[in-house]
C-alpha cells in the first residue's frame, strides 16, 4: 500500500460518501498507539466531517489552557484586572475569540464499511479533504500511513478492492503542536481559526482505476499557442500494460473555443510509475485569463486500455495568463498589474476552520471585489480547493503561503523540523493547486527568524523555481529583501510602521497628498509590493456579538463591554464604532493612495479589509470578522480610491486661508481593462450644501491602461469664497463612474488677532479666576497640555490617527486614542466647519493639545469636545467640557489655543471665546475648584 497526495482533479470516479456517525475515542495521554486501538472498536460517537469541540467534545477553558499563539500582554495572567475573568466557570481571554470547548492532542475514529461489489477489481482510495493536523489510518488494523500537511487533502491508497466483505477504518487525528511551524502561524495558531481538532469537508472512499494518473500539470501558453501537459502514469499491475492517452480542450462560458490537436501518446506501464509529456496545439487566439475577464478551459486527458473498452477522462481547468516581473513592476498578460489585496489570516468564527462549501468563498471574492480590491495573501496558510477554484472563477489573484510564520518560537534555516516541513508543503501545495491560473504569487510563510534564514530561502526560491515558473516567488513576506525574490514585500512604503508611535508621517507632519514611496520603490530592482499597510482600529461593534452563533465566541467583547459600562459610557458604544470607524477610513484612503500615487510600485497588501480578532483583538476592518459591513463606509465609496483606475491629487496641505491660491497635480492609476479613449478628465469644488464654488475640464486625450498617468496641473484660487468652510474636491472622468474626492479647508485670515485678549480666556484657575467664577462670570480656562493628566502611567497618549493593530499587542504604542466625537450643532463649535468625527483639519487641534482625563469627575461630565479612548485603557477623556464652578460658567480647554499658524486652531479659540460671552446653559453640573484642578499636574 502506498500514501499518496495528488493534484486535485475532477474526475469521473465511484464515491462512497463516509459522513456520518463514527466510533470515537479521545487520546489525551496518548495511549492509544501501545494499546492497539486501531485494532478495537471504539466506545463513544462522534460526527464526521467535524471538529470535536462544536459536538461537545473537549476540556473546559481554563486560566491554564495550553493554547497555541504567543501571548505578547502576560497581564492577563497576573493583574488583578482580569482576575474575575480567570476564574473557573467564567474564563474570559481578552487577546482572541475562544471556544467553550478546548482539546489538544489525538482523537481516533473508526468506522466499518462494505465494497460493494461494483468497485471488485478497482483501487480504492480514502480522501480526506481537510484536517487538522496529523492523521493516520488503519485498514482492518493494519497501518496505511500518515499524512502532516496542513494545505491539501490526505488522500491514501487502501489498495484494490478485492472482495465485498466489510473492512474496518480507523483514523487517528493529532492537534498538538507536532512541529513548531511558529506559533502565531495562521495554520495552527488560536488567534484566528484555533486549534481545532478533525476532518472536514469530503470525507470519502473512491473508487479508481487500477492503471491512473496523477500529478498531471498543464503549462499554457498564448503566445505559442500551445499547452504543455506533464504527469505520471501509475499502475498496480506487474504485468505491462499498453495505454494510450489522448487530450482535448473546451472553453469554458464565453471563453474563445480553440481548434487544435494533440498527439495521442502510446505508453507500456507495468508496476513501476512512468513519467510523461504531451503538448497540445491549438490555432486562433485563446481568451486570456485576468481579474476583469477571468476566462477559462477545460484540459481533458483521455487513458485508454488497449485491451479495455473504456476510456478514463482527467479534466482539468486552467486558464492562459503570463504573470511577471520586468524591473520594478509586476506585468499580466503583458500589462502592468497593480495589486490592490487584502489578508486572509484564516479567520471563520462560526466553523474555526476554513469553510469546504462554495458559498462562504463568493461572498469573501465578491466583497474584496466589490471594494475596489483584486488580490487576496493567505497569511502563512493555504486556503482549501474550493476557495482557490472560485478565485480562478471571480477573478482574484491570490499569494498562498507554506503554512508557517517561523518567529518568536522558532526559527528558519537552523536546522529544526520547521525546514524540512515548509519545503515538503510547498511541493504539496504546487503538486495539488499548481494548474490554478490564480495562483500567480507564492511564499514559504511570514517574516522569518533564524541567522540563517536568509541563506535558506535562497536555496528554497531556487528549488520552487527550478519545479514550477507558473507564478512569481519572494522568500517571505516582509522580509529578506534577497536576489532570489521574483518580488519584495516589505513594510517600508507605509504610513504607520511599528513602534513608530507618534512620529509616524500622519501623526507628526501635517496632512498631505502629496507622499508617495519612490524613493524606495527604485532602490530595488524587483517590484514591490507593501506590507501589511494599515491596522488602523475601530472601536469594538458590540452589535456584532450576536453573530457568533458558532465554534468561537466573542468573550473578549465581553470583557470590554463590561469596562465600558463600568465608565458609564455604555451608551457611546455605537457612537464610538461611528467616531473611530470615520477615522479609520479616513487613514486607509490615505494609506492607498499613497501606495497608487507612487511610481512603479507593485501593489499593496492591506491589513485588513476586515477584522483580525487575534494578537490582543485587533479590530482593523471595515468590515467584521464576518465580512459584513459595519455601516460607516459603504464598498461604493471604499473602492472610489482602491479601484483598478483611481483618480487622484496631489494637495501639499489640507489646509488653506482666504486668498491663497495652489496648483495640484492631477493624476489617474489606471491598471484597468481597456484604454478610456477621448476621455475628459473633469474636477469641482462642492462646499457642505453641495454647490459647485469651482469646477474645469482638462483637455481630451486618450487614457491607456499603463499605470500612474499624468493628467494635468490645476490652479485653484480661493479669493472669494465662503470661510470658515470645507470643502470637497472632486476629480472624476466625465461621462463615468470614475471619480475620487478629498476635503480641504478654508479659513479667513482676519481671524488671526481676534480675540487673543479677551479678559474671559485665563490659563490659571488661580484665586482672581476663581473669585470671578463665584461671582457669577463665565471663563474659558485653556489648560496648559503639558500641564494636563492623564493617569497612573503618565500623560494619555494622544494622536491624529486611530489606534495601530492595538494597545494589548504593541508594548502600548502611541496613539491609544481613537478620533474624536463632537456634535458639531453644539453652539461652542458654531462657526468651526466640522462634523460628529475627526477629519483632517483636526490634525491642527490634536497635534497641540492634551486629553482630559475624566475618570475623577462625575460620569454625567458631557464633553464639548470628547476623545475616544482604546478599549483597553477605557477613560472618559476631553478636550473641551463646560461646568458650573461657584455661581458661574466654566469652559476648560486642554488646546493650546494660542498656537501660532494654525487657523484651525485659531478658529476653534474664536468660536470658544463667541460661545463664553452669550447666554450658555442653565442646568449645568457643578464642580468645585478641586476637582478642576485635579485635571493638572
Known sequence: ???NTPAVISRTSKVLSLAGQWNFALDPNGVGLDEAWYGKTLPDQARLPGDLTS????NEVTAKTPWIGSVFDPSYYESDRFAEYREDGNVKVPFWLQ????YSGASWFEKSFEVPESWLGKRIVLFLERT?????????GKEIGSNMSLSVPHVYELGLATNCESHRITIRVDNSLLIDLGENSHSISDHTQGNWNGIVGRLELQAMDPIWVEDLQLYPDAAKKDVKVRGTLKSIFEKRQEITLAAAVAPIGKSQPLEGKCEPCQIAISDEAVAFELVYRFDGDASLWDEFNPFLYEFSLELKELAASEVENYPVRFGFRKIEARDRQLYINGKKLFLRGTL???????????????????????????????????HSWCPPEVAIRLADEMGVYIQIEAGSWPNQSVSLGDGDGVDGWIEAESNRILDCYGNHASFVLMASGNEPQGDNHEKWLQSWLRRRKKKDRRRLYTGASAWPLISGNDYHIHSEPRIQHWEEGLGSRINALPPETVSDYRVFIREQNVPTVSHEIGQWCVYPNFKEMSKYTGYLKPKNFEIFQKWLADKGMSHLADEFVMASG?????????????????????GFQLLDLHDFPGQGTALVGVLDPFWDSKAYISAEEYRRFASAITPLARFPKRVFQDGESVSIDLELAHYGEKTIEAAVPEWKMLNDEGEVVLAGTLPSRDLPPDGLLPLGIVSLDFKGLATPARYRFVLGIEGTTIENDWSIWLYSKDQESSKLGDPSMVSELDEETEARLNAGETVLLQLDPDRVKGDENGPVQLGFSTTFWNTSWTNEQAPHTMGVLCDPEHPALDGFPTGKYSDWQWWYVIKNAAAMNLDLLPESVNPIIRVVDDWFHVRRLALAFEVKVGKGRLILCSVDLGAKDN??????????VEYINSEGPSDLLELSVEQIKSLCE
Open 582 to 602: 470615520t477615522l479609520q477610513a479616513l487613514c486607509y484612503k490615505e494609506d492607498i493612495e499613497s501606495a497608487l500615487r507612487t511610481p512603479e510600485m507593485g
Open 903 to 912: 487657523p484651525v486652531v485659531t478658529c476653534l479659540r474664536k468660536c470658544l
Open 99 to 102: 471556544p467553550e470547548l478546548y
Open 55 to 58: 459536538q461537545g467534545i473537549g
Open 1 to 3: 500500500m502506498s500514501l
Open 132 to 140: 487538522h493536523w496529523k492523521t493516520t489510518v488503519w485498514l482492518d
Open 344 to 378: 486572509e489570516c484564516c479567520i471563520f468564527p462560526k466553523t474555526g476552520h476554513p469553510p469546504t462549501e462554495e458559498e462562504e468563498w463568493k461572498k469573501v471574492y465578491s466583497t474584496v471585489k466589490a471594494h475596489g480590491l483584486n488580490h487576496v495573501r493567505f
